[in-house]
């Protein structure tokens, strides 16, 4: 039997993308990442914005406010799970797993005879 990640048993698409699965290829896809968020910052230089609000003239305003916002969120779900947060065993009482095993019930087999 052919192993899984065998490039011959694989997609064309997933072919192409198995390079994701190298090492250092986490370190190169940020750089990408940085390279991309930087020329979209400096492409906000060559055009002219029509703004309704005056702080939208700030350059990289919309990236800076969606870190911000995405920051927040992930900070406000943090709270919020401790309010909503429910112990292990909340369900225990009405689990079907919680019930006894009726053991008398059962008949039990000796398998070595």
């Known amino acids: 039997m052919a192993k899984q ?17 190298k090492p250092g290829s986490a370190d190169k896809l940020f750089k990408i990442l940085a390279v991309v968020c930087a020329l979209l910052f400096l ?19 919309y990236g800076i406010f969606g870190f911000v916002m995405f920051t927040a969120l992930i900070l ?28 008398a019930d059962t008949e039990r087999l000796d398998h070595d005879a």
Do not use: C
């Open 5 to 21: 990640t065998d490039p011959e048993t694989l997609s064309w698409i997933s072919r192409k993308l198995l390079w994701v699965d």
């Open 43 to 61: 492409s906000e230089f060559t055009f002219h914005k029509h703004v309704i609000v005056a702080v939208e003239n700030i350059p990289g305003f």
């Open 76 to 103: 406000v779900a943090k709270m919020l799970r401790t309010i909503i947060k429910r112990p292990e065993d909340y369900y225990a009482p009405k689990a079907i797993d919680s019930e006894e095993y009726p053991q």
